[in-house]
């Protein structure tokens, strides 16, 4: 049977209600990423039956705040960057083991970036919380930009990671609702669910 983690939800309150609520979807495991949430605090909410992975977003625009990716990178399982400008995506998935979240304008990867996330392990990020909460044209905008990455991914074997990005209880999805939102972005099924069992390649 296979075991499910949410890489990305973006809390620091209710985080009892955010794990019951993993639960009942069916997940093995959640990655938070709010940093206001304590090691101490995320160990002990790991005794509720589910894995709970400490993690943090950091938003990086320019290639000098790649020293602050690296100090998080040895203070936290996972970290999650938002790359805001090509030049930031060059640098920060040379660091190696993170997940990357593309926020520049463009919002699309190219083969270089594709290959070098490869050999460096960093999981490219597809986060429903962007379809979500996009409206009109801007979701159809968002929705291409995120097949197109997936095709690159696909082509390159880039490791990728499927998220709900959830932002409180209501932003959650179960595992079979991103599934399905991996195949709708070009994936087969069996590689949608690799998106949900990214976290197992990482050193915890």
């Not at 991914?153 to 179960?174: E, L």
Request: charged share 30%; net charge positive; aromatic share 10%.
């Amino acid at each position: 049977m296979d075991e499910f983690y949410d890489m990305n939800v973006r809390c620091d309150n209710k985080l009892k209600d955010i794990i019951s609520m993993a639960k009942r979807l069916g997940f093995k495991g959640i990655c938070i990423s709010g940093d206001k949430v304590s090691k101490e605090v995320l160990e002990k909410l790991g005794e509720e039956g589910i894995d709970v992975i400490r993690g943090v977003e950091v938003s990086v625009r320019e290639s000098d705040e790649l020293r602050y990716v690296k100090r998080l990178r040895r203070e936290f399982d996972v970290v999650i960057v938002n790359a805001e400008s090509v030049s930031a995506i060059r640098k920060v998935i040379r660091i190696g083991s993170i997940i990357l979240h593309i926020s520049t304008p463009e919002g699309i990867i190219d083969q270089i970036i594709a290959k070098t996330a490869k050999e460096n392990n960093v999981y490219v990020e597809f986060r429903f919380f962007d379809i979500l909460n996009a409206y009109g044209l801007h979701r159809a905008e968002v929705f291409r930009k995120y097949k197109f990455n997936a095709k690159v991914v696909k082509k390159y074997s880039t490791p990728f990671v499927i998220t709900s990005g959830a932002m409180d209880i209501w932003d959650m999805r179960a595992p079979h609702e991103l599934i399905s939102f991996g195949k709708a972005l070009g994936f087969e099924i069996n590689e949608a669910k690799r998106g949900l069992l990214g976290m197992l390649s990482f050193k915890r």
